[in-house]
Structures are given as C-alpha cells and as structure tokens.
C-alpha cells in the first residue's frame, strides 16, 4: 500500500532477505503500489529488484575542446571542501540535478543567463522547493570554488546574491573569492 509523502508517493516491499525495502517516488500511489508489486515478483523469482530498477548513470565529458566542464569540475570541488559525510553525500546528490542541466557547459562558457534559465527549468519540474534551495547552495558554493586553478575565472559564475526570484547578472559577482586555509 502506497504511503502520500508530501504529494509524493512510495511503497515498501520485502527482499530475499526478508529486509523491507522502499521504492523510489512517484507521483501517483497507482505508480507506487505497481513498482512495490512488479518488486516483490523480482524478489520471489531470485531477482535483486533494487539492482535491477536502479538507474542508470550519466556519463557526462569532464572536458571539452580542452576546456573544463561543469560534470568535470564537480568532483574538484567536493574534494577542495572540507565538509562532513553526510554533507558530501547531500552536495552529491545536488550535484546529480546540476549535471542534468549544465554537466555539458563548459565552466568558461556559463554564464548568468544559463544559470537563470537552468533554476527556472528546476522550479518548474517536480522537485520541491527545499531541493531546488539546495541545488542553489551547492552553485554559490561551486561558484567560490570555480575562481581557484582547478578551473577558469569566470566572474558571471553563480552570483552570490542570487536567491529565489533574483535576477542574476554579472555584477553580482564579487569576483575571486581566497579559499580558507
């Protein structure tokens, strides 16, 4: 049975093991309850239904034309910051819906209007406003980053002063920013 999380829908089926698994979100309790099923089918047949369901992952260019790209610059960036686990794990996934829009986009070519259109783009899908908010956080805080030498100067790069409804422009950069020793 399919449980309502906020609009959103999951169910939970158990594995071989017996242990209760959960299936991701959807946004029907019908979508829930028919992966819970075609799950515990899997399982019952020997199939790891977690495995076979999981999805599969981008494969973005780290450079291009010789020029960093923001799918590149992503795992810089988390290991240039000290941040506890549960952080890292949390910018990870933030990072996921950033390579879905920009992964591509070379770190000399962003600039403020692909941002703009790029947040637009995440409020109008399906994510909550918490995690829009957070991919937001984890662009400002890219945007600090981007100024070392693992990437180019760009100053349009994820203004600081963008928040909800700002309007992003270049200058609102503060330009490069020291990182903390």
Do not use: W
């Not at 783009?121 to 945007?143: D, F, K, N, Y």
């Not at 994820?158 to 270049?170: E, I, K, M």
Request: net charge positive; aromatic share 8%; hydrophobic share 35%.
């Amino acid at each position: 049975m399919a449980r309502n999380r906020n609009g959103r829908f999951n169910a939970t089926y158990r594995d071989r093991n017996g242990d209760v698994q959960t299936t991701p979100t959807f946004s029907t309790a019908r979508e829930a309850d028919d992966r819970a099923h075609a799950c515990r089918v899997m399982e019952v047949q020997g199939v790891d239904a977690g495995a076979f369901f999981a999805k599969a992952e981008i494969l973005l260019p780290y450079t291009r034309r010789g020029h960093v790209t923001v799918a590149g610059y992503g795992p810089d960036f988390l290991a240039g910051h000290r941040l506890e686990d549960t952080s890292r794990e949390s910018y990870g996934q933030m990072l996921r819906h950033v390579y879905a829009g920009l992964g591509t986009v070379c770190l000399r070519d962003l600039d403020a209007p692909k941002v703009r259109a790029f947040v637009r783009s995440l409020e109008a899908s399906e994510l909550s406003g918490g995690t829009v908010g957070a991919v937001m956080t984890v662009l400002r805080r890219g945007r600090h980053g981007a100024h070392g030498s693992a990437a180019p100067k760009n100053p349009a790069l994820f203004p600081a002063s963008a928040r909800f409804g700002d309007s992003l422009s270049v200058s609102d950069s503060p330009g490069p920013i020291p990182r903390p020793r």
